[in-house]
């Protein structure tokens, strides 16, 4: 940990952003297994709230691991320091008082807990993509099971790494049941419900 380091507010609050942006910076957090959902329904989401007038960003787990965290592998201690510098992302994105919707599978609870902790004053959402292994499977669109299954990929979640479910996530859709319209509507409802967007 480094030592002597202080953070420096600048001369413009997070308030005063929000004010000139006209809305409220969050963090919409999507986890869930690989091929669940979680990036259509980050860019479907992205396309409607920008669509509606709102500033919005997706940060997406590949897109990520290729530029900001592309010296990370797969290992636990890897995947944890890969979401404590999205956590960071994020919150520095909700700061600007942009609505940025987090797609990254994050299978670890402490690390999502983390997340929140970081964005503070209920500006964190987490949405667990919830869609069963046998249909992650099914979809595939990367071959990455297949790999994962034929042992060419290893520490793969679901597979040989454990994904450890929300307890408690602000809200849960299901993809296999639901279209991706219909999860973001679902996502959309709760934003108005606890007046992130009007």
């Known amino acids: 940990m480094v030592q002597n380091l202080f953070w420096t507010d600048g001369l413009v ?52 691991r290729r530029g900001l965290n592309s010296n990370l592998g797969f290992s636990p201690e890897d995947r944890s320091e890969n ?15 942009i609505i940025n919707v987090v797609a990254f599978i994050s299978p670890y609870r402490r690390e999502r807990n983390l997340a929140r902790q970081l964005a503070g004053n209920g500006n964190f959402v987490e949405v667990y993509v919830n869609c069963p292994l046998e249909v992650c499977i099914q979809r595939d669109p990367k071959d990455l099971y ?3 299954l034929r042992g060419e ?10 994904y450890e479910a929300p307890e408690q996530p602000d809200l849960v859709i299901k993809t296999d049941i639901e279209s991706a319209g219909e999860c973001v509507n679902n996502i959309l409802r709760y934003l108005r419900e606890k007046q992130f967007i009007k």
């Open 146 to 148: 297949k790999r994962a």
């Open 83 to 97: 979401i404590r510098r999205i956590a960071e992302l994020a919150n520095l994105f909700s700061m600007a008082g």
């Open 153 to 162: 990929i290893k520490n793969f979640t679901g597979i040989d790494a454990p």
């Open 13 to 64: 609050t997070q308030e005063e952003r929000e004010q000139h942006l006209k809305q409220k910076g969050v963090t919409i957090w999507l986890t869930g297994l690989s091929a669940s959902g979680k990036s259509t329904i980050a860019r479907t989401l992205e396309r409607k709230l920008f669509d509606l007038g709102w500033l919005t960003f997706v940060l997406d787990g590949d897109n990520i």
